[in-house]
T-cell receptor
Framework: AAGVIQSPRHLIKEKRETATLKCYPIPRHDTVYWYQQGPGQDPQFLISFYEKMQSDKGSIPDRFSAQQFSDYHSELNMSSLELGDSALYFC???????????FGSGTRLTVV | GQSLEQPSEVTAVEGAIVQINCTYQTSGFYGLSWYQQHDGGAPTFLSY????GLEETGRFSSFLSRSDSYGYLLLQELQMKDSASYFC???????????FGQGTTLQVKP
């Protein structure tokens, strides 16, 4: 079965650089969620999109932006990276903002 | 504020039964989910309770009491592969946003 695809799997950036994380949801899933998980922490909700419109916003820094495209894939753009942005970034998808998310394998971002 | 409380660690032996409790305090409540996460891996959906009562899925069961703001995950016939972190998460709005607990690390010993 198709899963949520995230790219890249690993990313190393220097402080003040920019990063773009991509997420391809399961086919026919119209909702995408982004979460950030620091080491030993629980996932923190960043932002979500339903039918290509932003549906909810959490603790996402102003330096970050995201969008969902016409093919339902989503990109998280992160600028002016800080050491504290080092974390696992998960994308999840569902049908119609449903309760059973499927998470991708995540992108491990390391800022040096 | 919004918070979910669950034990930080639980240890059990193979074949045993373990219960992981979760209490929550959130501004919105649309249901309680449970996720399993192995080290460095993706959270995997286990179960969801929107209404009071018990939901059973194979070796895993989940319970919810909305009046007590309380739920639990019950794992039966524990296997070594069940060693992982388990998160309770409240669906806090109709947009599907989840607020996660801090996670419970389950260690299964032979």
């Amino acid at each position: 079965a198709a899963g949520v695809i995230q790219s890249p799997r690993h990313l190393i950036k220097e402080k003040r650089e920019t990063a773009t994380l991509k997420c391809y949801p399961i086919p026919r899933h119209d909702t995408v969620y982004w979460y950030q998980q620091g080491p030993g922490q629980d996932p923190q909700f960043l932002i979500s999109f339903y039918e290509k419109m932003q549906s909810d916003k959490g603790s996402i820094p102003d330096r970050f932006s995201a969008q969902q495209f016409s093919d339902y894939h989503s990109e998280l753009n992160m600028s002016s990276l800080e050491l504290g942005d080092s974390a696992l970034y998960f994308c999840a998808s569902s049908i119609g903002q449903g309760y059973g998310y499927t998470f991708g394998s995540g992108t491990r971002l390391t800022v040096v | 504020g919004q918070s979910l409380e669950q034990p930080s660690e639980v240890t059990a032996v193979e074949g045993a039964i373990v219960q992981i409790n979760c209490t929550y305090q959130t501004s919105g409540f649309y249901g309680l989910s449970w996720y399993q996460q192995h080290d460095g891996g993706a959270p995997t959906f286990l179960s969801y309770n929107a209404l009071d009562g018990l939901e059973e899925t194979g070796r895993f069961s989940s319970f919810l009491s909305r009046s007590d703001s309380y739920g639990y995950l019950l794992l039966q016939e524990l296997q070594m592969k069940d060693s992982a972190s388990y998160f309770c998460a409240v669906r806090s709005s109709n947009t599907g946003k989840l607020i996660f607990g801090q996670g419970t690390t389950l260690q299964v010993k032979p």
